[in-house]
């Protein structure tokens, strides 16, 4: 298999306005994460995915952009976007950046111009039509929005300020493409594809059977033409990481996006473990990783991740944030780190913060959910139990403020956090972790330490010797004669594992575990509640 750097790298994900705020405003920024960078490499990290911090209206976060070349006001100015560059690079670590390409913000020069009149020049730069079919948008029930001034709807995946571009029209992918260069040219180390299987629309847009499923949004007929183009005419000309925000697809699907004779994308996030399974599933969870190892392995790469700014924190969600918060935390790290992908972190998790359950919807910011308790509570439901239903998915579980020390609003700034801090700042935080050597994050540290020098971690074969198992997780990576097991009892009590005759025979020697001591006998190992180890087999 060739190998590449981003293959070998840990990235982190940066979501700026929750990270460290400079100026007080109340929402992080990008000179607060200029000063929290040495933290950052500290850790071990080789790539910064940097959430969209471009002109916006901010009606989804960053997600509605009204200008690719400006830097939106909150998080700093473009000056100071280029010395973070020049610092991350100083440091050795690369930076990507979110490209957000399949809609703009209803704020863009380019849709108050769609919108001006039907014989605008850019009119054809939007999707118009004059009725609209039965789809629905993640965030809203109806995907098309009336417009007035021409009677006709537009069309919107998402929010009703975040219009679809129409990548039909060569104009707007040329625009586009010549954007993408502009941020490439600065030396940025390439791109995070925002819902870039939703390029391509079905022609004549037919109604859905079902339109709360709404798959009919992605994959459509058409999205590898515009990747391959993508990468002909932008992509393939620097030396960059890019990967693709992909969900409801199958590892077949997947390869065609990532494949590595296809000339489209280097890697993607599927999204089956965060959006098709909710809570832990341990026998589907193992399906899944063995279908995507047996789909990508060879052919394309794959990513690891259980949380990100839209997911839950996935020690609320995966594991167990009570009880045995620490442990979990590590051993959910100790997945992610060894199965066959690129692992991600997403701030905050190398603490095990975990999510939030607010009183109030006023207490939440996040416009997916918002939309939705206004949705059922006007249907006459309870309030109470549709806030209740909602909370654990919210994207807010992730994007309370990082939690540096266990001062006011948690360190993260001096005025007041746009997004309350998670009351649980005083036990964790960042401060805390770095004085207790057992805290989960040097554990990371020495994850990403161990990534480094072993290409195992890497490109080491992938065998699962636990299908069927309920609660362990036991598999094996293997490189040039170089072989490790990986156990896990995820669950919270005790649970004892038998090692399988493949392995049995082998010395073992431990090379990381999330307890103290270990407790086996033979080939018999006792594992107690969360418990992770790592053994290299000789
Ligand atoms: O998310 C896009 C998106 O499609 C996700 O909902 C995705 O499908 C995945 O299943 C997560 O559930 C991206 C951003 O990550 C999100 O924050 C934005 O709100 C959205 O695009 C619109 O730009």
Redesign the pocket.
Known sequence: MKRTWWKEAVVYQVYWRSFFDSNGDGYGDLEGLIQKLDYIRDLGIDVIWLNPCYESPDK??G??ISDYYRIMDKAGDMETFDRLLHEVHKRGMKLIMDL?V??TSDQHPWFIESRSSKNNPKRDWYIWRDKPNNWRS?FTPSAWEYDEQTGQYYFHS?AVE?PDLNWENEEVREEIYKMMRFWLDKGIDGFRL??IA?LAKPKGFPDAENPYDIRYLTNNPGVHDYLQEMHEKVLKHYDIFTVG?V?FVSPEEGLKYVGEDRNELHTLFH?EV??EMPTWDPIRFKQIQKRWYEGLWGKGWNSQFLN????TRQVTRYGNDKQFRVESAKLLATLVHTLPGTPYIYQGEEIGMTGVKFDSIDDYND??MKNKYAEEVAKGRDPKEVLESLQLLS?DNSRTPMQWDDSEHAGFTTGTPWLKVNPNYKEINVKQALADPNSVYYYYKKLIQLRKQNPVMVYGTFRDLSENEPYIYAYTRELDGVRWLIVLNHCDSDNVYTLPEETSSASRRLLLGNYTDVKEEGTTLHMRPHEARIYALQ
């Open positions: 989804d976060n997600y509605d957000v399949n809609h993640y998402f975040q925002d819902a939703l925000e969900a999204f965060c959006d990100n700014h839209d997911h416009i997916a994207r």
